[in-house]
Nanobody, 127 residues
Framework: QGPLVESGGGSVQAGGSLRLSCRVP????????VGWFRQSPGREREGIAS???????DYANSVKDRFTISRDSAENTVYLQMDSLQPDDTAMYSC?????????????????????WGQGTQVNVSS
């Protein structure tokens, strides 16, 4: 298992959109739970979206109906489409993964945990 690699962060005005990508080595051949997490200064890391090996997804209340997690298994990539961004969404966003079987939603959203991590990508939302 190599490191995960995120991309797609940047700066956007409130109401705008960004799409983050997370390349997960070996994703198409193995069963992974993958999550997106974020952390801003003074706050604890927050798991915000999860997708399990069956494609089932779950979201934190803070991003539900605004963010969408999806995957392209052939490309070993998991995405996070972020719409209607607000200044409070400003944070370092990271993806994390763990081999299944795990309770994916519980691991990501409940515990904020993953075994494998990327380096993170910064998202800044201005008002």
């Amino acid at each position: 298992q190599g490191p995960l690699v995120e991309s797609g962060g940047g700066s956007v005005q409130a109401g705008g959109s960004l799409r983050l990508s997370c390349r997960v080595p070996g994703y198409k051949n193995e069963r992974y739970c993958v999550g997106w997490f974020r952390q801003s200064p003074g706050r604890e890391r927050e798991g915000i979206a999860s997708i399990d090996s069956h494609g089932s997804t779950d979201y934190a209340n803070s991003v539900k109906d605004r963010f969408t997690i999806s995957r392209d298994s052939a490309e070993n990539t998991v995405y996070l489409q972020m719409d209607s961004l607000q200044p409070d969404d400003t944070a370092m966003y990271s993806c994390g993964a763990e081999h299944e079987p795990v309770v994916c939603s519980g691991m990501v959203l409940g515990m904020g945990y993953a075994r494998y991590w990327g380096q993170g990508t910064q998202v800044n939302v201005s008002s």
